[in-house]
């Protein structure tokens, strides 16, 4: 049976975690004292094969740049250039095929960057692991894993294989980068039901996550693509390279442009012909023809835009891996964000303390030990509140965790949970160094999943000689665990009374229900000659002092960016490997639907839904809990099927197949992994949801710049189309020449377009509803300017060229009377459409230098450029033996300014009554 056949065999037939530690060691027949031989292992790795992912082939850099050429307008550009070579005509024919090379260029080095996501998968899960072989522990590289290996974990260890433990000694992993879990998981080896979610598979270990705190072994059930990891990397190549809703317009525009090029050119030669003309000058007005009616600077102007806005969201923390992104972005219609890290401050928090009749407030977030603890809204003061002074006290002490500064930030070395028990003490005043020299730690029972508690045995010292030191247990855990062994709970500094234990758990399940996560506290004092402490001490006659109850808050920034996103008509939808009722609080805190009702799915629910249960689901749900990955791209692909453009978040291992498939994955930069970071779309340098909000409006803008310059360039084009046109229709001579058409698109209208991808965004681009992904490329209000104005441009340049050659009789004269016409129009426009005027009216108003006014300046340099070259094209000698053209004098000049102002004219009425 072949490597994968026995995969698929395994998986089809065994759920691990459902089997106890016996049964799995005879399914793999191994041995949980000696593991396997050295010629067994040797044996499994010939039939199962290396435990390392494979990652797909990707296209040779020769292959992805002869796909470049595959493009619409450029098959009508390499038409046209091998005509001209027929026809001999040695100058158009280079210009041309450098154009055509010039566009395969720059589309080759925008997607030059390969699609690592596969590899970097199979990095995440290559480390050196402790296996025992023959009896004998040994080195291994991960990639000799076996199925039955036995395998040891320590503290550090990235787990190389998928485990099932056997043994396990306060073993925590932290698994946040497979399921969602943002705190480290308490491993067991109890068998677990079948239907048991993975984030609650506590009996396995997964390749690829790692060991936070103490020791564990367990056998190999799975390697490469079988394991969780490996399932990931088989959805990765199943998420489709979606094309962006840019992408697919413009190549639908192409083709409609391709057929109307190809027709018009085959009518000019047609009608030529039919009234008798020779067919060198109609194969040369078909060329001239097609090439005026190629937008050639468009590719480029799109990709200079794109990039100009990849600059922009950088400043604004997003990095751009694929250019089309960034207009992608501005369609956005729902956002999916990941809760830890994301939407929060991914740093556990205590909110509220509970102790006997009083409940506390804690202000502040996150690690900065910054806030004050309020009752009822007034400070407290620790002396006059014993019995949170112990549950603080009990809550510093009782830790194994410590604070550390990192790039001038503190964060926590640990369990974040203790790290946030830390802060509020730090909060009330208590320092971690001071207060331990004062209660030295004598012993400790460290925390296990089985007890769900920890505990410490500690030594009080006083500065009263006189007064004996005496000994204390303080005790934390899980409610249930706590109250159990409380016979009472403490009313003042030595007062005990009666415990109402069913107070005490709804007061816990009334902090639960706001998705606190809810520790309790206790105490008992011992006799002073005791130096150790056992389980036996803390078995019964605790005194329980308090709840603490805490949160991984939501980021302030990150609420204000949801609440413009709704504005935006954009929905923001929580999908997370974390529990509903957490989720909920969250997304109730961010205000997700406002101040509406917060609808939840869970993993569970989600898996017996059909596929049209999932459509109707994801339109109603706001949050998403305890997801798998697969679900999570079912997710994905079910907003899609309902036609929304989808941002999708994510920091894990877990979340790669739907940032994969989705419009705009997006990966954080700081808790990212390099996976996630392969494969999405953009990465967040700061990890903040706010920097989405941001990238969008900047999208935005990206696409209503991109229509300006569609706008600005097409007019052009059907300028001259029209002219060569009429000039076959009426039997004149070309006004315009091929190579004078190429000179207009790639360098005037060049140089006069880009400066437009410079405009700044409009005050109330974040107040409009996402584009229709239906809507055309071409708006009514576009296409009612391409018309006008290319028809504008057409009666001046053909009348300036007819009225030239009827007074004169020169023909190189009145050809460049035409493309001078033609450019003076040209700018003329351009001050219609961009932000040079406006803003050179708000200085004017305000005597002062505006955004707007420093970010217009590129017009401004962009028409200056136009007109020196425009100058030095007719009066420059090289460039008129070059292009056919000739000087003009003051008056010529000044005629050719005055006919081409009357589009400027145009382009204002536009911008007053028919805005883009």
Same mark, same amino acid.
């Given at each position: 049976?072949?490597?994968?056949?026995?995969?698929?065999?395994?998986?089809?037939?065994?759920?691990?975690?459902?089997?106890?530690?016996?049964?799995?060691?005879?399914?793999?027949?191994?041995?949980?004292?000696?593991?396997?031989?050295?010629?067994?292992?040797?044996?499994?790795?010939?039939?199962?094969?290396?435990?390392?992912?494979?990652?797909?082939?990707?296209?040779?850099?020769?292959?992805?740049?002869?796909?470049?050429?595959?493009?619409?307008?450029?098959?009508?550009?390499?038409?046209?250039?091998?005509?001209?070579?027929?026809?001999?005509?040695?100058?158009?024919?280079?210009?041309?095929?450098?154009?055509?090379?010039?566009?395969?260029?720059?589309?080759?080095?925008?997607?030059?960057?390969?699609?690592?996501?596969?590899?970097?998968?199979?990095?995440?899960?290559?480390?050196?692991?402790?296996?025992?072989?023959?009896?004998?522990?040994?080195?291994?590289?991960?990639?000799?894993?076996?199925?039955?290996?036995?395998?040891?974990?320590?503290?550090?260890?990235?787990?190389?294989?998928?485990?099932?433990?056997?043994?396990?000694?306060?073993?925590?992993?932290?698994?946040?980068?497979?399921?969602?879990?943002?705190?480290?998981?308490?491993?067991?080896?109890?068998?677990?039901?079948?239907?048991?979610?993975?984030?609650?598979?506590?009996?396995?270990?997964?390749?690829?996550?790692?060991?936070?705190?103490?020791?564990?072994?367990?056998?190999?059930?799975?390697?490469?693509?079988?394991?969780?990891?490996?399932?990931?990397?088989?959805?990765?190549?199943?998420?489709?390279?979606?094309?962006?809703?840019?992408?697919?317009?413009?190549?639908?525009?192409?083709?409609?442009?391709?057929?109307?090029?190809?027709?018009?050119?085959?009518?000019?030669?047609?009608?030529?012909?039919?009234?008798?003309?020779?067919?060198?000058?109609?194969?040369?007005?078909?060329?001239?023809?097609?090439?005026?009616?190629?937008?050639?600077?468009?590719?480029?102007?799109?990709?200079?835009?794109?990039?100009?806005?990849?600059?922009?969201?950088?400043?604004?923390?997003?990095?751009?891996?694929?250019?089309?992104?960034?207009?992608?972005?501005?369609?956005?219609?729902?956002?999916?964000?990941?809760?830890?890290?994301?939407?929060?401050?991914?740093?556990?928090?205590?909110?509220?303390?509970?102790?006997?009749?009083?409940?506390?407030?804690?202000?502040?977030?996150?690690?900065?030990?910054?806030?004050?603890?309020?009752?009822?809204?007034?400070?407290?003061?620790?002396?006059?509140?014993?019995?949170?002074?112990?549950?603080?006290?009990?809550?510093?002490?009782?830790?194994?965790?410590?604070?550390?500064?990192?790039?001038?930030?503190?964060?926590?070395?640990?369990?974040?949970?203790?790290?946030?028990?830390?802060?509020?003490?730090?909060?009330?005043?208590?320092?971690?160094?001071?207060?331990?020299?004062?209660?030295?730690?004598?012993?400790?029972?460290?925390?296990?999943?089985?007890?769900?508690?920890?505990?410490?045995?500690?030594?009080?010292?006083?500065?009263?000689?006189?007064?004996?030191?005496?000994?204390?247990?303080?005790?934390?855990?899980?409610?249930?665990?706590?109250?159990?062994?409380?016979?009472?709970?403490?009313?003042?500094?030595?007062?005990?009374?009666?415990?109402?234990?069913?107070?005490?758990?709804?007061?816990?399940?009334?902090?639960?229900?706001?998705?606190?996560?809810?520790?309790?506290?206790?105490?008992?004092?011992?006799?002073?000659?005791?130096?150790?402490?056992?389980?036996?001490?803390?078995?019964?006659?605790?005194?329980?002092?308090?709840?603490?109850?805490?949160?991984?808050?939501?980021?302030?920034?990150?609420?204000?960016?949801?609440?413009?996103?709704?504005?935006?008509?954009?929905?923001?939808?929580?999908?997370?490997?974390?529990?509903?009722?957490?989720?909920?609080?969250?997304?109730?805190?961010?205000?997700?639907?406002?101040?509406?009702?917060?609808?939840?799915?869970?993993?569970?629910?989600?898996?017996?839904?059909?596929?049209?249960?999932?459509?109707?689901?994801?339109?109603?749900?706001?949050?998403?809990?305890?997801?798998?990955?697969?679900?999570?791209?079912?997710?994905?692909?079910?907003?899609?099927?309902?036609?929304?453009?989808?941002?999708?978040?994510?920091?894990?291992?877990?979340?790669?197949?739907?940032?994969?498939?989705?419009?705009?994955?997006?990966?954080?930069?700081?808790?990212?992994?390099?996976?996630?970071?392969?494969?999405?779309?953009?990465?967040?340098?700061?990890?903040?949801?706010?920097?989405?909000?941001?990238?969008?409006?900047?999208?935005?803008?990206?696409?209503?710049?991109?229509?300006?310059?569609?706008?600005?360039?097409?007019?052009?084009?059907?300028?001259?189309?029209?002219?060569?046109?009429?000039?076959?229709?009426?039997?004149?001579?070309?006004?315009?020449?091929?190579?004078?058409?190429?000179?207009?698109?790639?360098?005037?209208?060049?140089?006069?377009?880009?400066?437009?991808?410079?405009?700044?965004?409009?005050?109330?681009?974040?107040?409009?509803?996402?584009?229709?992904?239906?809507?055309?490329?071409?708006? /009514?209000?576009?296409?009612?300017? *391409? =018309?006008? #104005?290319?028809?504008?441009? %057409?009666? @001046?340049?053909?009348?300036? +060229? &007819?009225?030239?050659?009827?007074?004169?009789?020169?023909?190189?004269?009145?050809?460049?009377?035409?493309?001078?016409?033609?450019?003076?129009?040209?700018?003329?426009?351009?001050?219609?459409?961009?932000?040079?005027?406006?803003?050179?009216?708000?200085?004017?108003?305000?005597?002062?230098?505006?955004?707007?006014?420093?970010?217009?300046?590129?017009?401004?340099? /962009?028409?200056?450029?136009?007109? *020196? =070259?425009? #100058?030095?094209?007719?009066? %420059?000698? @090289?460039?008129?033996?070059? +292009? &056919?053209?000739?000087?003009?004098?003051?008056?010529?000049?000044?005629?050719?300014?005055?006919?081409?102002?009357?589009?400027?004219?145009?382009?204002?009425?536009?911008?007053?009554?028919?805005?883009?």
């Amino acid at each position: 049976m072949s490597y994968s056949e026995e995969l698929a065999r395994n998986i089809l037939e065994y759920q691990w975690h459902s089997l106890s530690a016996k049964e799995v060691t005879q399914i793999l027949a191994s041995d949980l004292e000696n593991g396997l031989t050295t010629n067994e292992a040797a044996r499994r790795r010939e039939q199962f094969g290396v435990n390392q992912l494979s990652p797909r082939t990707s296209k040779s850099p020769y292959q992805l740049f002869l796909q470049q050429f595959n493009q619409p307008l450029l098959y009508i550009l390499l038409l046209a250039g091998i005509i001209t070579l027929f026809l001999q005509d040695w100058l158009d024919a280079v210009v041309i095929f450098a154009v055509v090379l010039i566009n395969a260029i720059v589309g080759y080095l925008q997607e030059s960057k390969a699609e690592n996501a596969l590899a970097a998968l199979a990095a995440s899960i290559t480390t050196q692991v402790t296996a025992i072989r023959q009896g004998q522990e040994q080195t291994l590289s991960s990639e000799e894993l076996v199925p039955g290996e036995l395998v040891k974990l320590n503290t550090g260890d990235k787990v190389g294989a998928d485990l099932r433990l056997i043994l396990v000694n306060n073993l925590q992993t932290d698994e946040s980068s497979l399921t969602g879990e943002s705190v480290p998981v308490n491993k067991a080896t109890a068998t677990m039901d079948g239907a048991t979610p993975l984030a609650e598979r506590h009996n396995m270990a997964y390749a690829g996550t790692v060991v936070i705190s103490g020791q564990g072994a367990g056998l190999v059930v799975a390697i490469a693509e079988a394991t969780e990891t490996g399932r990931i990397s088989q959805l990765v190549e199943r998420g489709t390279s979606l094309k962006t809703p840019l992408t697919r317009k413009l190549e639908k525009f192409s083709w409609r442009l391709l057929y109307i090029i190809l027709g018009l050119a085959a009518f000019t030669f047609a009608i030529g012909w039919g009234q008798g003309q020779s067919g060198l000058p109609m194969f040369q007005a078909a060329v001239a023809l097609a090439v005026s009616g190629i937008p050639e600077e468009l590719p480029p102007l799109v990709t200079i835009t794109l990039a100009i806005g990849v600059s922009r969201m950088a400043a604004r923390h997003a990095i751009i891996r694929n250019l089309p992104t960034v207009e992608t972005l501005g369609s956005a219609t729902v956002i999916c964000s990941d809760k830890t890290g994301t939407l929060t401050e991914n740093q556990m928090t205590v909110r509220e303390i509970y102790t006997v009749g009083k409940i506390y407030d804690v202000e502040g977030t996150g690690y900065t030990p910054t806030g004050k603890i309020l009752c009822q809204n007034q400070p407290t003061n620790l002396m006059s509140a014993p019995i949170l002074d112990a549950c603080l006290r009990n809550g510093l002490l009782c830790n194994d965790s410590y604070l550390e500064e990192e790039d001038g930030q503190l964060t926590v070395a640990g369990d974040p949970t203790e790290g946030a028990l830390i802060i509020v003490a730090h909060k009330a005043g208590f320092q971690h160094e001071t207060l331990a020299e004062a209660m030295p730690r004598l012993d400790a029972i460290p925390f296990e999943s089985q007890f769900q508690y920890m505990a410490t045995l500690h030594e009080e010292l006083s500065n009263n000689h006189k007064i004996a030191p005496r000994k204390i247990i303080y005790i934390k855990g899980a409610v249930e665990a706590i109250i159990s062994r409380c016979d009472s709970q403490l009313v003042g500094t030595e007062t005990e009374a009666s415990l109402d234990k069913g107070h005490i758990h709804q007061i816990a399940e009334k902090m639960g229900h706001q998705g606190l996560r809810v520790i309790a506290f206790a105490q008992k004092l011992v006799a002073a000659e005791q130096e150790t402490l056992e389980r036996a001490d803390i078995e019964g006659g605790l005194v329980f002092v308090g709840l603490q109850g805490m949160i991984d808050p939501p980021r302030p920034k990150a609420i204000a960016a949801v609440a413009n996103c709704l504005a935006a008509g954009i929905q923001v939808k929580m999908i997370t490997g974390d529990h509903a009722t957490t989720a909920c609080a969250i997304a109730r805190m961010m205000h997700l639907n406002g101040s509406g009702h917060i609808k939840a799915f869970t993993g569970k629910e989600l898996k017996l839904m059909s596929d049209r249960e999932l459509a109707n689901a994801v339109i109603e749900g706001l949050v998403f809990a305890r997801v798998a990955p697969e679900q999570k791209l079912r997710l994905v692909e079910a907003l899609q099927s309902q036609g929304e453009i989808v941002a999708m978040t994510g920091d894990g291992v877990n979340d790669a197949p739907a940032l994969k498939q989705a419009d705009i994955g997006i990966a954080m930069g700081k808790a990212g992994t390099e996976v996630a970071k392969e494969s999405a779309d953009m990465i967040l340098t700061d990890d903040n949801f706010a920097s989405i909000e941001a990238a969008v409006e900047e999208g935005r803008t990206v696409y209503h710049n991109l229509q300006k310059a569609i706008a600005f360039v097409l007019p052009v084009n059907g300028g001259e189309a029209l002219t060569i046109l009429a000039s076959v229709l009426l039997g004149t001579a070309l006004p315009i020449l091929p190579l004078q058409i190429l000179w207009i698109n790639m360098v005037s209208s060049s140089a006069l377009s880009i400066p437009l991808a410079f405009d700044h965004q409009t005050t109330d681009v974040m107040e409009q509803s996402p584009r229709d992904p239906k809507q055309p490329l071409l708006s /009514g209000s576009i296409l009612r300017r *391409i =018309l006008l #104005i290319s028809l504008f441009n %057409w009666a @001046i340049t053909f009348g300036i +060229f &007819e009225w030239m050659v009827n007074a004169t009789a020169n023909v190189i004269l009145a050809r460049t009377m035409a493309v001078q016409v033609l450019v003076a129009a040209e700018i003329f426009y351009l001050l219609t459409i961009s932000q040079l005027l406006p803003s050179i009216w708000i200085r004017l108003r305000h005597r002062e230098q505006s955004v707007e006014q420093a970010i217009a300046y590129p017009s401004a340099i /962009g028409i200056a450029c136009v007109v *020196i =070259l425009q #100058i030095l094209f007719s009066q %420059w000698s @090289i460039l008129n033996t070059l +292009f &056919e053209t000739m000087p003009l004098n003051f008056t010529q000049g000044s005629i050719c300014i005055i006919v081409g102002l009357p589009v400027g004219v145009l382009g204002s009425l536009f911008r007053r009554f028919d805005p883009l």
